[in-house]
Each structure stands twice: as C-alpha cells, then as structure tokens.
Nanobody, 126 residues
C-alpha cells in the first residue's frame, strides 16, 4: 500500500509563493507518475499538474501554466509543487496522487490515479 502525505499549505496573500510537498511511502517511488489536483468549495476536483515516472515530461492546467512548477526528488521519495504569483482563485485543498508507470495526457484525469493523499489547504487572500 502506497501512502501519500501532503504538506506546505497555508494562508498567503495574492502574489505570494508557496511550495507544496508530497512524501510517498513506497520504496519504488521512481516508478510512479505523480499528479497534483485541487478542489475548491462547491467545485469538482480539477487537475493542476503531473509529472511522468521518467521525470522528463510534465503537464499543466492552462490556469497554472507559467506560474506553477511540478518536480520530484526520487532520492527523497518526494513530489513538489512550486506555486508562484498566487491568485485568490487558487484557493483550494490540494491533493497529490500516484499511478504506477502512468503515461500520456491521461495523467490529467483523476480517475487514472490509484493512490491519493489527504490534502493540504491553500488559501490566497486578495
């Protein structure tokens, strides 16, 4: 069983930055493609960013492209999401997710993932 634990959320002002982390318990972290999703109150969970297990390919939602960067450190079994120029509309609970050997644009779909963290709250004030 793979366990994911997010951290790094908080309350910030518009224009600030945050870095989210997702620690993964699996000893085969390098074989998992990883994604970040978010869910705002009253809205469906939406894709934010993903990175393939090979580490060389990343995907972003249009709403965060150019502001957010997804990365991974396989030596530390950790996934990151660097969020810059935050906006009030970025306010949500952010979740990390994992899928073994996941590939392609399907990584933007939540149903593609097998394991999920509990989420971390990000609140951006105007």
């Amino acid at each position: 069983q793979v366990q994911l634990v997010e951290s790094g959320g908080g309350l910030v002002q518009a224009g600030d930055s945050l870095r989210l982390s997702c620690g993964v318990s699996s000893g085969t972290f390098s074989r998992y493609s990883m994604g970040w999703f978010r869910q705002a109150p009253g809205k469906e969970r939406e894709f934010v960013a993903a990175i393939r297990w090979t580490g060389g390919t990343t995907y972003y939602a249009d709403s965060v492209k150019g502001r957010f960067t997804i990365s991974r450190d396989n030596a530390k079994n950790t996934l990151f999401l660097q969020m810059n120029s935050l906006k009030p509309e970025d306010t949500a609970v952010y979740y990390c997710a994992a899928v073994l050997y996941g590939t392609g644009s399907s990584l933007s779909s939540a149903v593609r993932y097998d394991y999920w963290g509990q989420g971390t709250q990000v609140t951006v004030s105007s």
